[in-house]
Structure formats: structure tokens, C-alpha cells
């Protein structure tokens, strides 16, 4: 199959589409295995009819907005997928929000219905949502856990269904066009508070037939995903790619080094993204045999700089046949370039791989104007993958999507001669925590409102086994004081863990420029030495 020839039944239409046509195609193919949950792909398209038909009769209507809130479980890809056969809009919350931050996704989506669970890592979910923040939400049910007060089961919530025929079904299914809103995913930014990414069915679609292609993910892979749902990666490059190719999807929880071993050597897996961590922490460990992963066929890496010697341990202890990695953000559909398959592992740890075919990527400078190859500048992509826009936020969408459409992404980077990206740097003020990108103007803001803090500054700093961590400097207010503990404690409170600083320093002031803003070069270089 050609790098620009992605199956053209699959490139538009909608999930639901795909799912169907799956079904028709490999209907006795394994389609989702959770524990003793084994779904063919017949199965799955009718368990999913069966759960929008309940999502019709919670009251929810073409456009309204649906949030899934819980770890990598068949349950979470049913629900979804029923959402949209429904014609409701995905909005994925991260597992590791608290309850404020995720009542403030569902409260600026408008979300009316939330599935979630009460037994995860000891964390009971809607139990920290604060209800009166979240004023449009009316229906929780309980994917998996104790069923808390003023919630439904799951398969209470199945049995509504039946009040719903498959011809009020089917006539909301076909009226769900390829234009239509399929998710909207919330990232951070630079102004501290999140805002919903709004993409479409086809331009995912199509996005993610070309990544199928360019990866090499086939027909009857076995895919184990540690990469979590409410992410791109895990969501779109996992289970939707895997039922567009008709691969089987293998949920998991939490990344459990042991638990992928076993599912790995159990299940056959065929394909396990990851991160180089991952992969050095399963060859470490005593359960590790290389029998036990003979399966392995594909690994897909994180846009990381890798050292090939590392890879090439990868590839010859693990056993992958292919090794790609690439990068994306959420604005562009989590996905803007990838390595090929057939990619000299050179390639792989060196650069993040080619633009996918159909996307315009330019490196400019600050005024816009694009600069010769091999000179660094502002990645900036054009092109179908490109987000509708932010959530009712004009003035950031302007200013993230220019008038010609290009999405400026905030990070730095170079095109070589063979048309290979190289990211090198970071326009925004952020930093990677095992990952997950941690802003720290929102974590500046959240720290801000503790009764004892008068200033705070936030930058990330290097980390051995996290690639980077949050270091935040403080300014106790006047006749208060604070420590280093009780910040950490606050934040433990108020904010996901990887966004908890890992160091605190309580200062009498922080370094200022001309312009009054905080000087963080100078924060960094105070604790470098």
C-alpha cells in the first residue's frame, strides 16, 4: 500500500460508520478483549447499537456533549462509540484530574452526561466532583465500581435503552455526517486555563487511515494499549485505528510492567506502544523472557530524541520487526509526522519521520516567513488534521490558527534535506512530565489562590526518570508563612499529580525583566548550580 493511499472506504464517514463496515467485513474477527470479555466485531457493533440506544434515552440529542471519565476498559470504548453512533460529542477527562479540574471541562463543555468509575487507584470519581460546579450535568453512570449515591449502573443505565427502537437509532446515526463534531479533547495552555480542541469524524477518519498506513498496523494485530484513552495516542492512534484496520483492541489499566508481560505473552500482542522506559523497565525485570514477547511485531514511540543505541537494544532484545515514533499535538488531531515502517532505525532516532501526505508543515520566524532547510523556526501545519477551533474561545483560536490556516504549534524545529521534521525546542512555556504536558501558568494559577501565597513561578526542571518535573518558587504574603510541605500539599489537593511540583522554594522575591514579568532562565539557573 502506497504512503498516500490510505483506504479510501475508511478516510471519511464517521466512527459509527467504520465500526459497522468493520463488522461487515471481519465480523467473526476479535475485535475487544478486557479480562474474561471477549468481543468479535459483530459483537461489539451490536453491544455498541445497544448502549446508543440508551444514550437516545437518557435524553441526549445530536451535537450534545457526552464525557467518559475512567482508565483504559472495554467499557470506555463501548461507551464511546455509542455516544457517537448516537451523534453526541466525546469529551474524554484525564484520570489524573481532581475533582476541580475535571468540574471545570464539564462545566465549559456543557456536558450532560458523564460515564465514570468509583474503583480506580482507591479514587472514587464523581464522590470529588463538586455538583453545584458542574450545573448541566444530570446523568452519571458508573462503568465500573460501587454505585455511588445519586448515580446509575451501567446496566441500569442499558436497560433505558429499550424504550428506544433501532429505527430512531438508525435514523440518528444517518443524519451524523463526516463535517460533525466527534470529540472535543481539553489541553492546558499558556493562559492557565484548558480549552476543548474541536475536531471532526472525517478529518480523524482520514488522519488516522493514513497513520494505519504509515505505521504498518494491519488486519488481525493484536494491540495492547498503555497509552491512555483520554489522550490522542491512545484513543485515536489506539483503539479507533485498530477497529478502522480491524485489529483487536487490548485495554490496559495502568502501566504495570508485570500485567504486560503476561498480557503480551497471553494475548499474542502484536503491537505495544510505549515509551523507551517502558521497554527498559520490561527488559529489566525478572518475569522478562524473550519467549514470553515473541509476538511483538510494531512498537510506536513518543516525538522523543532517543539515543540509537537504545534503540537498537529495543529492537534486538524485544524482537520488533518495525520501530516508528512521531509527533503530534492535540490541535492538529495528535498527529502532524511519522516515521514509515520501513524506516532505517537512523531515522526513527534521529527525527520524527515525514509530514503525513495531504498536511502542509512549514518552519517560519517570528514574522511568519518560512526560513531555508535546515534552519530552525516555528513549526506551523496546514491542512485536513488542523482542530475546527477551541471551544468558545475566538480570541485563542485566533491566535493559535492564523488568517491563511496555519496552525502555529509552539514548538521549534528544523526540516532536513530528505523532508525529515526535527523538533528542538519549545516556544511555549511548558514542560513534559512522563508525557503529559504540564503548563505552568495553570499551575502558577491554582497555587495562586492559596490563602498564604502571594506570587508563584513555576518552570519545569530536568528529571532522571521523568524526563522533566515541576519546580515552583513561592512568595509567602505579608505576616503569612508557608512551607515547602504545605505547598506540595495544596497542590496534591487542587491539581493531577504530574502537575504537582516535585521541588518548592519558598523566595522574598523572584527575578523580574523591564516588563515586570518573572525572568525564568534566571529561576532555572539559581538551582542548577
Given at each position: 500500500?502506497?504512503?498516500?493511499?490510505?483506504?479510501?472506504?475508511?478516510?471519511?464517514?464517521?466512527?459509527?460508520?467504520?465500526?459497522?463496515?468493520?463488522?461487515?467485513?471481519?465480523?467473526?474477527?476479535?475485535?475487544?478483549?478486557?479480562?474474561?470479555?471477549?468481543?468479535?466485531?459483530?459483537?461489539?457493533?451490536?453491544?455498541?447499537?445497544?448502549?446508543?440506544?440508551?444514550?437516545?434515552?437518557?435524553?441526549?440529542?445530536?451535537?450534545?456533549?457526552?464525557?467518559i471519565?475512567?482508565?483504559?476498559?472495554?467499557?470506555?470504548?463501548?461507551?464511546?462509540?455509542?455516544?457517537?453512533?448516537?451523534?453526541?460529542?466525546l469529551?474524554p477527562?484525564?484520570?489524573?484530574?481532581?475533582?476541580?479540574?475535571?468540574?471545570?471541562?464539564?462545566?465549559?463543555?456543557?456536558?450532560?452526561?458523564?460515564?465514570?468509575v468509583?474503583?480506580?487507584l482507591?479514587?472514587?470519581?464523581?464522590?470529588?466532583?463538586?455538583?453545584?460546579?458542574?450545573?448541566?450535568?444530570?446523568?452519571?453512570?458508573?462503568?465500573?465500581?460501587?454505585?455511588?449515591?445519586?448515580?446509575?449502573?451501567?446496566?441500569?443505565?442499558?436497560?433505558g435503552g429499550?424504550?428506544?427502537?433501532?429505527?430512531?437509532?438508525?435514523?440518528?446515526?444517518?443524519?451524523?455526517?463526516?463535517?460533525?463534531?466527534?470529540?472535543?479533547?481539553?489541553?492546558?495552555?499558556?493562559?492557565?486555563?484548558?480549552k476543548?480542541?474541536?475536531?471532526?469524524?472525517?478529518?480523524?477518519?482520514?488522519?488516522?487511515?493514513?497513520?494505519s498506513?504509515?505505521?504498518?498496523?494491519?488486519?488481525g494485530?493484536?494491540y495492547?494499549?498503555?497509552?491512555?484513552f483520554?489522550?490522542?495516542?491512545?484513543y485515536?492512534?489506539?483503539?479507533?485505528?485498530?477497529?478502522?484496520?480491524?485489529?483487536?483492541?487490548?485495554?490496559?489499566?495502568?502501566l504495570?510492567?508485570?500485567?504486560?508481560?503476561?498480557?503480551?505473552?497471553?494475548?499474542?500482542?502484536?503491537?505495544?506502544?510505549?515509551?523507551?522506559?517502558?521497554?527498559?523497565?520490561?527488559?529489566?525485570?525478572?518475569?522478562?523472557?524473550?519467549?514470553?514477547?515473541?509476538?511483538?511485531?510494531?512498537?510506536?514511540?513518543?516525538?522523543?530524541?532517543?539515543?540509537?543505541?537504545?534503540l537498537?537494544?529495543?529492537?534486538?532484545?524485544?524482537?520488533?520487526?518495525?520501530?516508528?515514533?512521531?509527533?503530534?499535538?492535540?490541535?492538529?488531531?495528535?498527529?502532524?509526522?511519522?516515521?514509515?515502517?520501513?524506516?532505517?532505525?537512523?531515522?526513527v532516532?534521529?527525527?520524527?519521520?515525514?509530514?503525513?501526505?495531504?498536511?502542509?508543515?512549514?518552519?517560519?520566524?517570528?514574522?511568519?516567513?518560512?526560513?531555508?532547510?535546515?534552519?530552525?523556526?516555528?513549526?506551523?501545519?496546514?491542512?485536513?488534521?488542523?482542530?475546527?477551533?477551541?471551544?468558545?474561545?475566538?480570541?485563542?483560536?485566533?491566535?493559535?490558527?492564523?488568517?491563511?490556516?496555519?496552525?502555529?504549534?509552539?514548538?521549534?524545529?528544523?526540516?532536513?534535506?530528505?523532508?525529515?521534521?526535527?523538533?528542538?525546542?519549545?516556544?511555549?512555556?511548558?514542560?513534559?512530565?512522563?508525557?503529559?504536558?504540564?503548563?505552568?501558568?495553570?499551575?502558577?494559577?491554582?497555587?495562586?489562590?492559596?490563602?498564604?501565597?502571594?506570587?508563584?513561578?513555576?518552570?519545569?526542571?530536568?528529571?532522571?526518570?521523568?524526563?522533566?518535573?515541576?519546580?515552583?518558587?513561592?512568595?509567602?504574603?505579608?505576616?503569612?508563612?508557608?512551607?515547602?510541605?504545605?505547598?506540595?500539599?495544596?497542590?496534591?489537593?487542587?491539581?493531577?499529580?504530574?502537575?504537582?511540583?516535585?521541588?518548592?522554594?519558598?523566595?522574598?522575591?523572584?527575578?523580574?525583566?523591564?516588563?515586570?514579568?518573572?525572568?525564568?532562565?534566571?529561576?532555572?539557573?539559581?538551582?542548577?548550580?
Amino acid at each position: 500500500m502506497s504512503d498516500d493511499d490510505p483506504r479510501g472506504d475508511l478516510a471519511w464517514g464517521t466512527t459509527s460508520g467504520v465500526l459497522a463496515a468493520t463488522a461487515a467485513r471481519v465480523p467473526t474477527q476479535e475485535a475487544l478483549v478486557d479480562g474474561d470479555l471477549r468481543l468479535t466485531y459483530a459483537e461489539l457493533d451490536a453491544t455498541v447499537s445497544e448502549a446508543a440506544r440508551a444514550v437516545m434515552a437518557a435524553g441526549i440529542d445530536a451535537g450534545d456533549r457526552v464525557a467518559i471519565w475512567g482508565p483504559n476498559c472495554a467499557r470506555w470504548v463501548i461507551a464511546a462509540l455509542a455516544l457517537q453512533r448516537a451523534g453526541a460529542v466525546l469529551v474524554p477527562l484525564n484520570t489524573r484530574f481532581v475533582g476541580d479540574e475535571a468540574a471545570y471541562v464539564l462545566a465549559k463543555a456543557g456536558v450532560r452526561l458523564l460515564f465514570t468509575v468509583t474503583d480506580f487507584l482507591d479514587r472514587d470519581y464523581p464522590a470529588s466532583l463538586p455538583r453545584d460546579a458542574v450545573p448541566d450535568l444530570n446523568r452519571i453512570v458508573i462503568i465500573s465500581g460501587p454505585v455511588d449515591d445519586g448515580c446509575e449502573s451501567w446496566d441500569v443505565f442499558l436497560a433505558g435503552g429499550g424504550s428506544v427502537d433501532g429505527d430512531a437509532l438508525a435514523a440518528r446515526t444517518a443524519s451524523i455526517g463526516s463535517d460533525d463534531l466527534s470529540d472535543i479533547l481539553f489541553t492546558s495552555g499558556t493562559t492557565g486555563a484548558p480549552k476543548g480542541a474541536m475536531c471532526t469524524h472525517g478529518q480523524t477518519l482520514r488522519a488516522y487511515a493514513v497513520w494505519s498506513t504509515v505505521v504498518g498496523l494491519r488486519e488481525g494485530d493484536r494491540y495492547l494499549i498503555v497509552n491512555p484513552f483520554f489522550h490522542g495516542f491512545g484513543y485515536k492512534a489506539g483503539w479507533l485505528a485498530s477497529i478502522m484496520m480491524g485489529a483487536t483492541i487490548v485495554p490496559a489499566k495502568t502501566l504495570d510492567v508485570p500485567l504486560v508481560l503476561d498480557a503480551v505473552r497471553n494475548e499474542r500482542i502484536t503491537v505495544l506502544p510505549g515509551t523507551p522506559t517502558l521497554y527498559q523497565t520490561m527488559l529489566e525485570h525478572p518475569a522478562f523472557s524473550a519467549d514470553g514477547i515473541a509476538s511483538l511485531r510494531l512498537s510506536v514511540l513518543g516525538a522523543a530524541n532517543i539515543p540509537p543505541t537504545l534503540l537498537y537494544r529495543i529492537k534486538e532484545a524485544m524482537g520488533f520487526e518495525d520501530i516508528v515514533t512521531g509527533y503530534g499535538l492535540t490541535e492538529s488531531c495528535a498527529i502532524v509526522s511519522m516515521c514509515r515502517y520501513d524506516d532505517p532505525l537512523e531515522t526513527v532516532a534521529s527525527s520524527c519521520g515525514r509530514p503525513l501526505p495531504g498536511l502542509e508543515v512549514r518552519i517560519v520566524d517570528p514574522s511568519g516567513a518560512e526560513v531555508p532547510t535546515g534552519s530552525e523556526g516555528e513549526i506551523v501545519v496546514r491542512g485536513y488534521t488542523v482542530m475546527r477551533g477551541y471551544l468558545d474561545e475566538p480570541e485563542e483560536t485566533a491566535a493559535t490558527i492564523d488568517e491563511q490556516g496555519w496552525l502555529h504549534t509552539g514548538d521549534i524545529g528544523t526540516v532536513d534535506d530528505l523532508g525529515m521534521l526535527h523538533i528542538t525546542d519549545r516556544i511555549k512555556d511548558m514542560f513534559i512530565v512522563g508525557g503529559f504536558n504540564a503548563y505552568p501558568a495553570e499551575i502558577e494559577k491554582i497555587l495562586s489562590r492559596h490563602e498564604s501565597i502571594a506570587q508563584v513561578a513555576v518552570i519545569g526542571i530536568p528529571d532522571e526518570r521523568m524526563g522533566e518535573v515541576g519546580a515552583a518558587f513561592v512568595i509567602p504574603r505579608a505576616h503569612a508563612t508557608i512551607t515547602p510541605d504545605e505547598v506540595i500539599a495544596y497542590s496534591r489537593e487542587h491539581m493531577a499529580n504530574y502537575k504537582v511540583p516535585r521541588q518548592v522554594y519558598v523566595v522574598d522575591s523572584l527575578p523580574m525583566n523591564a516588563s515586570g514579568k518573572v525572568v525564568k532562565n534566571v529561576l532555572r539557573e539559581s538551582i542548577a548550580h
